[in-house]
C-alpha cells in the first residue's frame, strides 16, 4: 500500500500587476500537482497549509487543479487554511471532514485538525477535548495493527523546531497521554515548521515535511508485510525550481527557510513490523 504526501503547498491570491508572477504561479502550482498526483499511491494526503492565507479563491482555484485528477485525496486543515474563514466555511468548499480516521488491512489511519480558526496572531496547534476524547478511541481500538497519524502541527518537543514557541500543538494538551496507549508501530505525520526531520521517540515515529516551495518533494510511504518505509522522492524539474523564488518573493505570509532540507535521515526511514507472535 503506498500513500504520497505534501504539506505545506502555500497556493497563494497574488497581486497579478508583478510581472512574471501570474506566469510563474501557474507553472510552479500546476506542474508540481500534476507530478504529486501522477504519483503511484492509493491515496494522496495534504498535511495542512493547502493555501496561504485560506481565501476564498485560493481554495477554489487549489481544488480545481487537484480534482482534474481523479485521485482519493485527504486535506488536514492547516492554520494558514483557515485564517480568512470559519472551518465550516473551508469545509464547504474543500467537501473534506474536520477530522475522520477509516482502517484498512494494512492499517488505521487517523486525520486531525490542530489548527486554531481565523487567529492569525497565534499560529501554534490546539486539539479540543471532544477531538482528544475521539483520537484516544482511535488509538485504543487500532490495536497492534499500525496506526498512522496525519496533521499540520507537531507533537510539542519531537520534531526540529517543534519545541519552539507556536511550532506545535500547544504543549499544554498531553498528547503523550494518549499516544502511550498505543500497543504497536505509530506514525506520526505533520508539517507547520517547514523544516524536514524524523525522529523516534518509544513506539512512535514523527515524521516533518518541509514546505513545497523550500523544497520541490512530496513523501512516499509504502507499507508491506514486514516493514514500513518513508521516502522523499524529489521532483526534478526546472521550471518548478525556477517559478518558486519567484513565488516566494512576492507574496506575503511567507517566508523561505533555510535549512528546510534534512539529510538523508530527516527524509527517509524504515519502520520493521514486528509479528505478534514473536513478541
Known sequence: MKIAMIGDLHYPSIDEAIPGLKEARSTFYER???????TDADFYVSIGDLTNYGLESELKEVYGLINQKNRTFYHALGNHDVYAMTKKEVLSITGQAQYHSFETDKAVFAFLDTAKEMDYDDWGGWIDNEQ?????EVVRSSGNKPLLVFAHHPVYNTTTRSNMDKGSIHPDIDMW??????????????????VDSIV?????????????????????????????TVNAIDFDDAAIAQSAPIIYENINHFAPTKIARGTDEHRNCHIPL??????
Open 200 to 228: 523516534k521517540q518509544k513506539n512512535w515515529t514523527f515524521v516533518q515535511k518541509s514546505a513545497c516551495l523550500d523544497q520541490h518533494a512530496l513523501r512516499l510511504i509504502e507499507i508491506g508485510e514486514n516493514e514500513i
Open 177 to 194: 497521554s494518549i499516544l502511550d496507549k498505543k500497543e504497536g508501530i505509530g506514525l506520526y505525520f505533520n508539517g507547520h515548521t517547514h
Open 32 to 38: 508540481f500537482i500534476d507530478q504529486f498526483l501522477g
Open 132 to 136: 482528544l476524547s475521539w483520537l484516544e
Open 274 to 279: 514486528i509479528p505478534i507472535a514473536s513478541r
